[in-house]
């Protein structure tokens, strides 16, 4: 209550609020709003008009962000999809999570911001493109739908056809990982058109005596995932259509908003429009994500429109990560955060002028300790080896460190490399983002002492989340020696 009567008072101040205040906070409280989470994968904003991409492509989502307020410095926290989206939808470092391997569940025991959201009484319902974030994932908790029926199969072996891939349901990721090894398909998808009609589909029979949280995920702009193993010619053919599949996706977005506008639920329903995280198309010799945590991968769209609330029309150049749009809707739905560990902050007072919400972020990437994304190294005898590396990275604009570690391979994990192969690997480089956007001169030996901050910073933050479990109850003696019996304290 008292957090939604202050985003009233807010959003009174910045002039962009037609309602009165309410004399009742009960009375905002029964009046939550709906909430559209829409993400389209793999998209960079410099691809969206409204981002300053050179022709008007984006006609849908140009309209969206001049309707609502457009956050020129988004950032992702992790630069691939299935940890992307736990950090987006439980306000949590993947730290915390402990969401950040193909080979790894969102534990049942943290709370995502639909099973805060369930508790509110809101009706929950996902909408998945595609199979990284198939429920086998756990990002399913909390919704009463989780639609991911995938339909188009992307990588079939020779033998195989779509009619005899059996379901995917009910396997664990052990078995799936033997499945994906047969090579019957090493991922799943709908089309954005598809996921559009599923999506208005549930719109159109909304329950409008329950405020909903719909999340609506499209495969996007996203490569095949057989792209790279097919060389240059595909990968040069994903960077020339990436532009043409953009375009398509806005089109998509762009029925799914006419749906709301047609129900007659746009007027109090948050939507927030974002990527999980971007592509790089040539830069840095690289074509894909989840490898680097340079700014092509870094860098997203964030939208977020709320007729009600939002003055139209705003840019606002605070940094943001995905991992604050769980708490942002947590707080626009009214749903105290209190003393959760929640790392994420609500943008909600970011629109206030010169009020940013963070000055630093938090990013990792734990790709390439996977067999598929490894770096390469050769034995004395010529025998080329994967050598699994992680990379964290901290941002406190403009300036970015990133530390480059040897991780053991996921995919190996009873396979030892020598130290004198993965030393190589081991580095650290500072970027200037602001006047070297393209991140070409490693600034880590000319500014030691910007290297040093910003590592004392990284160090804080890999110590902080680690710690952030602290019991926000006082607990008895007793109390706490039944949770040390259960293995929760030690
Ligand atoms: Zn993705």
């Known amino acids: 209550m008292y957090i939604i009567t202050t985003f009233l008072s807010l959003a009174l101040a910045v ?16 009046e939550r709003p709906n909430i559209l989470l829409i993400t389209v994968d793999t998209l960079r904003p410099d691809y969206l008009s409204i981002y300053g991409y050179r022709e008007h492509t984006t006609p849908n989502i140009d309209e969206l962000g001049n309707q609502g307020v457009v956050f020129d410095r988004a950032y992702c926290n992790v630069t691939w999809t299935t940890p992307s989206m736990a950090t987006t939808l439980t306000g949590l470092l993947p ?22 959201l369930a508790r509110q009484g809101y009706r929950n319902t996902a909408v998945i493109g595609s199979y990284p974030l198939d429920s086998i994932y756990g990002l399913d908790q909390g919704f009463d739908i989780y639609d991911d029926d ?3 199969p992307l990588v079939l072996s020779n033998a195989e056809t779509i009619e005899n891939i059996p379901s995917q349901r009910g396997r664990t990721i052990q078995e799936q990982e033997e499945f ?56 040069r053919n994903h960077v020339d259509t990436y532009p043409d599949k953009v375009v398509r996706s806005d089109r998509e977005v762009g029925r799914l908003l006419d749906q709301l506008k047609s129900s007659g639920l746009d007027a109090n329903t948050l939507v927030i429009f974002h990527s999980d995280h971007g592509e790089a198309l040539g830069e840095h010799k690289f074509i894909g994500h989840g490898r680097f945590l ?18 139209a029309g705003r840019r606002v150049d605070t ?26 902050r609500s943008v909600l007072p970011a629109l206030l002028e010169g009020n940013p919400i963070r000055n630093t972020l938090y990013l990792e990437t734990y790709m390439p300790a996977h067999r598929g994304f490894a770096e390469k190294a050769t034995l004395s005898n010529g025998e080329k080896v994967n050598v699994g590396v992680c990379r964290f990275g901290v941002l406190r604009y403009p300036y970015k460190l990133v530390v480059t570690q040897p991780h053991q391979l996921f995919d190996d994990p ?30 880590a030996d000319q500014e030691p002492e910007t290297r040093h901050e910003l590592e004392t910073l990284l160090d804080r933050y890999l110590q902080e989340s680690r710690m952030s479990y602290t019991p926000s109850v006082d607990l008895s003696d007793e109390d706490a020696e039944k949770l040390r019996n259960l293995g929760y304290l030690q």
Do not use: M
Not at 221 to 232: A, Y
Not at 416 to 426: A, G, N, Q, V
């Open 15 to 30: 002039g962009g609020c037609a309602l009165p205040e309410p004399s009742e906070p009960t009375e905002a409280v029964a």
């Open 414 to 443: 009873d396979e030892t490399i020598s130290d004198e192969l993965t030393s190589p690997f081991r580095r650290t480089e500072l970027f200037n983002v602001e006047v070297d956007p393209g991140e070409k001169d490693d600034l």
């Open 294 to 311: 340079f700014e092509d991968n870094l860098q997203i769209p964030l939208i977020i429109r709320w007729p009600e609330f939002i003055v």
């Open 95 to 116: 730290t915390q999570h402990g969401l950040r391997s193909t080979f790894e569940r969102l534990p049942e025991d943290i709370e995502t911001v639909a099973e805060k």
């Open 180 to 235: 994906n090894k047969k090579k019957a398909f090493a991922n799943s998808r709908r089309t954005d058109a598809e996921v559009s009609d599923t999506a208005i589909g549930y719109l159109a029979e909304i329950d409008e005596t329950r405020p909903f949280f719909l999340w609506v995920h499209y495969f996007g702009p996203h490569s095949l995932p057989d792209t790279r193993k097919h060389g240059l010619k595909n990968l």
């Open 319 to 344: 940094i943001v990560g995905t991992i604050d749009i769980a708490t942002t809707i947590l707080e626009a739905a009214g749903v105290p955060v209190g003393n959760s560990p929640l790392h994420g």
């Open 150 to 152: 995938f339909t188009v």
